[in-house]
């Protein structure tokens, strides 16, 4: 009987937590059916569960350091997200942005009565609705879960010299005693259980220590007769925990890697005039589901009015995983992505967006990183800048505009600490600017760009002659500016997947190998991002992406495949 009545209690809700139990800055380790979890409440004040272990060695996360926004792992500094659970950072891997599919079990969450109520299956009806009266201490019972229920039907608890209420119970686990209060049974594993309790009402400032003490004495009482009965039954097996994969939602990819799969719906929760020409969007879920968590310099692709699809840079701080914040300059050259985001979408619109990618991601393992943003390139690099602050990492921020007002989220970049805005400089100007902020290269030392392409190719010949070394220089592109000559006709090879293909002016290479069924990831399209970079096996690239650097080009291993063609007839690709 015993068995069954845990086999069924998984899809319910129990508390887990008392409201009390999560201080600021710190993790509450509960157990429930056997699975440890990590229960913590963040600096938004979202409150969450999740399975109680590092993904990476197993490691419990009730010893991570919580830093109000994120938890990080003290064994090997993983960090995960708030309300998500996804890691945004490997310090083994400072490079690379960590895969979506590293992602913490999470659990669904109630405040009720005081307490904080979790599941560990899939319940029908929600916890019940309790008045915020006062929370007693909990007690810890090493006896059967069933067994402390029944003991508290036969004897509740009551006030000193009262006559306790008829109790009744409710569900497997709860107990209702009418006219003074709520007991819940939380079943922690096949032996052991924990008797939570909410009073109907708060007592008086003056008798609330007595009122606490003499429940906390008949629930000590009701423990020692529980524990005495189980002393003479032998003891249940433990429920071992379960280690499940993640929820799809959460888990899932990108289709093959393609800019064409919008998977997200979101709404347009705020639009605002975030500087001069751009415009702040907040972007929420459309469910209780949280929205996938993005890394500093993670994009989302948008789909638009009119079939376009755009990409956007994440502003986001760390923590902010409640919503996405994107900034859309709107220029004079558009094709129509940044006028319909700033005359056609409104609040409460409804848009597809793909995943968060990051082709841009942030390392986190030098001592000093030194931030270029160009105009709307400040959208990737205020993301880094709030994570590098929060994080208490040596950083400077130097943002180049042609005119005060042109600064974009100024309230976010007012809230950091080492923000430098540079006005009004000419080509010239900036060029020996950005000489002078490089002029010192030292291996502590990391710089990010983010621009317009001039100012870019100028920052990275700068940081080259400097003495900057290639793996201390990221940037990134919005745009390619040069002009795209797709008139040739060439035939790829594909060495793994042993086919020949013919390139035909006006497609690109990858149109071609897409056509052909083979996986190539891209975003941009337009050969700024690097992320459809393929290996040359064969042959000579014709380059013509921004994102390779002379080096790259002259080694003519790699070619950037929705841009690039060949100079010779044939290209070998390993693909």
Known sequence: MRGDLLLRAADAWYPVASESDLVHRHVFQGQLLGQELAIWRADDDHVNVWENRCLHRGVRLSIAVND?????????????ANRTAACTYIPAHPADAPARTICNRT?????????????????????PELDPGLVLRPMPVCAPPGDVVTLLLEQPPAPLNAEPPTAR???????????????????????????????????PADERLRVLRQFDDALAQLRDIAEERAAHEPAPQPLPPRYEPVPAHLASLPENGDRRDLPTRVRVVRAWEAGAGVRGLELGPMDEHPLPSGQAGAHLDVALPGGLVRQYSLVNGPGETDHYVIGVKRTQDSAGGSVALHERVREGDVLAVSLPRNCFPLRQDRERTLLVAGGIGITPLLAMAQTLEHQRLQYELHYFVADE?????????????????????????????????????????????????????????????????????????????QAIDDSSRFEVVLARSVMNLAVEPGRSILETVRDAGVVVPSSCGQGACGTC???????????????????????????????????????????
């Open 68 to 80: 109000g926004r994120e938890l990080k792992c003290q064994y090997h500094g993983w960090r995960y």
């Open 107 to 127: 659990y669904p969450v109630r405040a009720r009565g005081g307490m904080i109520w979790t599941t560990v299956g899939q319940p029908v009806d929600e916890p």
């Open 169 to 203: 119970q409710r569900g497997d686990f709860g107990v209702e005693l009418p006219g003074l209060g709520f007991f819940v049974v939380q079943p922690v594993d096949a032996g052991r259980a924990i008797v939570r309790g909410v009073l109907d009402s708060p007592a």
């Open 405 to 481: 007002a042109d600064v974009a989220f100024a309230e976010r970049l007012a809230a950091l600490g080492s923000v430098r805005v540079v006005t009004g400089l000419d080509p010239a100007a900036t060029e020996a600017e950005l000489e002078r902020l490089l002029a010192t290269a030292d291996d502590d030392s990391q710089v990010y760009f983010c621009g317009p392409p001039p100012m870019l190719d100028v920052a990275r010949d700068a940081a080259k002659r400097n003495g900057w070394s290639r793996d201390a220089v990221h940037f990134e592109y919005f745009r390619n500016d």
């Open 533 to 575: 970079r393929v290996a040359v096996i064969d042959g000579r690239p014709d380059h013509q992406d921004v994102y390779l650097d002379d080096e790259e080009r002259a080694a003519g291993d790699s070619v950037i495949t929705c841009v690039s063609r060949s100079l010779t007839p044939r290209l070998t690709l390993d693909l």
